[in-house]
């Protein structure tokens, strides 16, 4: 049935989902060990799409964790709410994050998970969306956002990966997920 509404919103706006199929169990576990859920205090998701990192995000948070997911499809926004209780699924653009942040009562967060599809997006959005992200993080804070493999030599993915390392610290990338479809790595950015 999600494997159904997310084929559907790809036909709907195939710009904004990015994939015809949502991530693997093997891609969200990779994406939730490179942001260090398990010891953080404000954990953010966006483009949560069907819920599939933020079950795996869910159940491995700590006692004190606050759990945001921001995700612009009002249909998605359903389906995570039915499937992950307790998070605190926003329907909105990850552009607003420091609103969400504070609708939690929370500042800002330790973690960003994004799962936003930013090869897709002009140069103009990807720009809002990173100053977002960086704002909205601690110092020290990680923003973890996954790539295909064959999309990180093309012109846009080299672009995107420059957009990253002239904000944070140090970028980094977790292994590669070849289960994944398409094989997939998460670049782990530091402010
Ligand atoms: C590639 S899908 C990823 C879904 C899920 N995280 C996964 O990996 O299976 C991208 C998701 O980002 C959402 N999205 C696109 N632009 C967004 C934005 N500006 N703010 C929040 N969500 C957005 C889409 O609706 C979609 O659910």
Not at 67 to 94: M, N, Q, T, Y
Request: proline share 4%; aromatic share 10%; net charge negative.
């Amino acid at each position: 049935m999600q494997l159904l509404q997310f084929i559907k919103g790809y036909l709907d706006d195939p710009r904004a989902v990015g994939s015809i199929i949502p991530s693997s169990r093997g891609l969200a576990d990779a994406v939730t060990k490179a942001a260090g859920v398990r010891d953080a205090r404000t954990i953010v998701e966006f483009g949560p799409g069907t819920g599939v990192f933020t079950s795996v995000i869910q159940q491995s948070l700590n006692d004190e964790a606050v759990f945001l997911a921001i995700e612009i499809r009002k249909d998605f926004v359903e389906v995570v709410r039915e499937r992950c209780p307790g998070v605190h699924v926003f329907h909105d653009s990850a552009a607003n994050v420091q609103q969400c942040l504070e609708a939690v009562g929370r500042q800002k967060c330790d973690c960003i998970i994004s799962g936003l599809p930013f090869a897709l997006f002009d140069d103009e959005l990807q720009d809002q969306l990173l100053d977002a992200s960086y704002e909205a993080l601690e110092p020290g804070g990680v923003f973890v956002t996954f790539t295909y493999i064959f999309a990180q030599h093309l012109p846009k993915g080299e672009k995107f990966y420059e957009r990253l390392r002239e904000r944070f610290v140090s970028v980094d990338k977790t292994r590669t997920v070849w289960t994944n479809v398409f094989p997939a790595f998460a670049y782990r950015a530091l402010k």
